[in-house]
């Protein structure tokens, strides 16, 4: 008996986001996922140059021509870098992960690090993070003289050991 063909990614729960082109290349390249499948919507550098270079440990801020309004209340945008383009190339959103506020309507801007010893290079409209819509808790903040016991308690950075 032949192998069953492989079952399409199950569809993911939509959130609708209203998106603002700031920049006309993103007529011809819209933001979409990278496959049916994929958590994320790829953001492009929507840039003035047709190359940027970003030298050994250096940083580089790029438009990505768009500008959101995350309609569902308790979702926030979550900018990662793409997998790939870390990996390989070794550039990384700057700042670890970057959050788009619910409020915020201005130009997503993604900053990227080059962790590599070697200059590297963005060309405009590559594919250069994602955004990843979660849901976000805001704290409610209370005061408290003292906090629960845990097993862990202040232990912090490496306190479990390597293995």
Sequence with gaps: MPPAPPSAAPALPTVEVKVKYLRPLLED????????????IDLRACMDEDVVDIPAGGRHAFPTGMAIEITTPGVAGFVFSRSGLGTRQGLTVSQGVGVI?????????????????????IRR?????QLVLL???????????????????AGGFGHTGTV
């Design 101 to 121: 506020d619910p409020d915020y309507r201005g130009e997503i801007i993604v900053s990227l690090l080059n962790t590599s010893g070697e200059r590297r290079q």
């Design 29 to 40: 390249a819209p933001p979409r996922p990278g496959t049916p499948g994929s958590a994320g």
């Design 135 to 153: 849901p976000v808790y805001l704290a409610a903040l209370v005061r408290a003289e003292e906090l629960s016991d845990t097993s862990r308690a």
């Design 125 to 129: 409209g590559e594919r250069i993070a």
